[in-house]
């Protein structure tokens, strides 16, 4: 699993296998049965020997994992929550038998050998900018007695970004008519410009909309009178601070709340893009309002992976706005503010 904007991190755990567990009831069983033996010295040779072989097995998987380097050579740079990509990893170091995964995902890939490379399979569970990925090593070599487990933070070869799940979601695209759509902002499709009437010509007019028939036949220069162009674009108003911030709202409940709404978003976005529709994302990237044109979904999901909470960019003129809100989460005491 990701883990973004964290610093280098690395710790170590070590726990008892089923394994270890049996030789321990087998050691405090011999210790016991020894004061009680005929032969105590026998007994304690016995019982030396077992905590021998428990010392040296719980202590050489904390060493091999300390010992065994990791390098990314290699990893996606675009995901989706949920979707299953692949990290190549260089391991340096003598050691066999190891297991190695990204934090928190139940996905292990085991009998890994290195020094050499191995790919290991990336889930993110959260929408947002990655700089970093935590992935846990662990040995239980030579005896299996003990599993010691090394979690290193390994800083990325370039930024991955996890856009949210889609929610399927139906784009109410129009087209706009009216005064404000005849200065298109960039990107705006225009449809058409059937003529409505013609008039005299007035000083500034263009001269390809002269109207050569009528002003031939009236002897003075008659322009003619285009209907405005027709706007083919959403803007999509993504607002993620009306749920990040809800007094006695649960902060995991909100925090779903945030990200069902980037999920609908996308939803909404792909509608519209599949209808041929223009589309303009509003948001907000790290406390700075971004208003600009998606061209496909993956500058789609880029985009909606940046979103934070805060105030979104405004839609132009000749847009039609659709804003998506986190839905009301509940308080503590179960109430929906």
Not at 44 to 70: E, K, N
Not at 143 to 157: E, I, M, S
């Amino acid at each position: 699993m990701a883990d973004p904007g964290q610093s280098a991190r690395n710790k170590s755990a070590l726990r008892p296998t089923i394994f270890g567990l049996i030789l321990l009831g087998i050691l405090t069983t011999t210790f016991l049965l020894g004061l009680a033996v005929a032969d105590p010295s026998a007994a304690a040779l016995v019982w030396a020997g077992l905590f021998a072989v428990a010392l040296f097995g719980a202590l050489w998987p904390l060493i091999t994992v300390r010992s065994v380097g990791i390098e990314i050579l290699g990893a996606p740079t675009d995901l989706v929550v949920g979707q299953v990509g692949s990290i190549r990893l260089q391991l340096s170091g003598r050691a066999a038998g190891l297991t190695l995964r990204c934090s928190g995902s139940p996905l292990l890939v085991a009998d890994v050998v290195s020094p050499g490379e191995v790919s290991i399979p990336l889930e993110v569970s959260a929408r947002g900018a990655y700089n970093s990925i935590r992935v846990d090593l662990g040995s239980d070599a030579p005896f299996g007695v003990a599993l010691a487990l090394r979690t290193r933070t390994l800083k990325l070869p370039r930024r991955l970004l996890v856009g949210p799940e889609t929610i399927r979601q139906q784009a109410q695209v129009q087209d706009l008519l009216g005064p404000e759509s005849i200065n298109l902002p960039r990107g705006v499709a225009a449809q058409g410009e059937s003529v409505r009437s013609v008039r005299p010509y007035v000083a500034g007019d263009a001269q390809h909309l002269v109207h050569w028939p009528s002003t031939a036949r009236t002897g003075e220069l008659v322009v003619r009178e285009l209907e405005p162009p027709v706007a083919t674009g959403l803007a999509l108003i993504l607002d993620l601070s009306a749920g990040s911030g809800s007094a006695g709202s649960d902060s995991a409940d909100a925090q779903s709340a945030v990200e069902d709404a980037a999920s609908r978003a996308a939803g909404i976005a792909e509608d519209a893009l599949a209808q041929g529709a223009r589309v303009l994302l509003c948001t907000c990237e790290a406390g700075k309002a971004v208003g600009s044109e998606v061209l496909g979904v993956l500058q789609l999901r880029r985009r909606l992976a940046l979103a934070t909470p805060g105030i979104p960019a405004a839609a132009p003129p000749g847009w039609a706005a659709t804003k998506v809100l986190p839905r009301p989460t509940r308080t503590a005491d179960g109430q929906t503010p």
